[in-house]
């Protein structure tokens, strides 16, 4: 219980985070998402290895939470899969999702991950990039199985999307918080 109590309390400021900018997009939301290369701006603290840390971290929680907006009101939703492949890490979703769109106008997000102990949590932050690379997309259904009776490469709703600019907080009851780029 004491765990659910505090998974509710750090969504809670989660969306207490996102709620300080309502989306300015405007036209067809699928194409707002960014997918220049110009959110792949270079910050010399970031290493690869933070982005294997972040994603091996999530993929020990199992479940994590992604916060969007729509307007100003924000959402918090469940995800399970993240994969790096080419050097970015990636998550997935379908574009026929409401999480998808408010993804498409406004990329910004936060991530909260728990793991089991309930006494360490990640929470990352950074812009979602879409990827349409049908490469990418079978690269990633190829190491996520069950996802393939959901989703197909070509089938025009599978979204994969990147992290620019991402920061990641390693957070514990019992110790100082570290930040890492990636």
Request: proline fraction near 3%; include cysteine.
């Amino acid at each position: 219980m004491k765990k659910i109590i505090f998974a509710f309390a750090m969504l809670f400021s989660i969306t207490a985070y996102t709620q300080n900018k309502p989306s300015q997009a405007t036209g067809n939301e699928q194409e707002t998402v960014a997918q220049t290369d110009a959110a792949d701006t270079f910050n010399p603290q970031t290493k690869p290895e933070n982005m294997k840390e972040v994603q091996a971290y999530l993929k020990e929680c199992g479940a994590f939470f992604i916060a969007t907006t729509d307007g100003d009101q924000p959402h918090v939703r469940a995800f399970g899969v993240s994969e790096i492949i080419n050097g970015r890490l990636y998550i997935m979703t379908g574009k026929v999702k409401d999480v998808y769109k408010q993804m498409a106008a406004n990329g910004k997000f936060e991530i909260c991950a728990m793991k089991k102990s309930g006494s360490e949590w990640m929470r990352v932050t950074g812009t979602l990039v879409n990827d349409d690379d049908l490469a990418v997309k079978e690269e990633f259904l190829n190491r996520n199985e069950s996802l393939k009776s959901m989703y197909k490469v070509d089938d025009d709703n599978m979204a994969v999307l990147y992290i620019t600019n991402g920061t990641a907080r390693f957070c514990s009851f019992s110790g100082p918080e570290r930040k890492v780029n990636f």
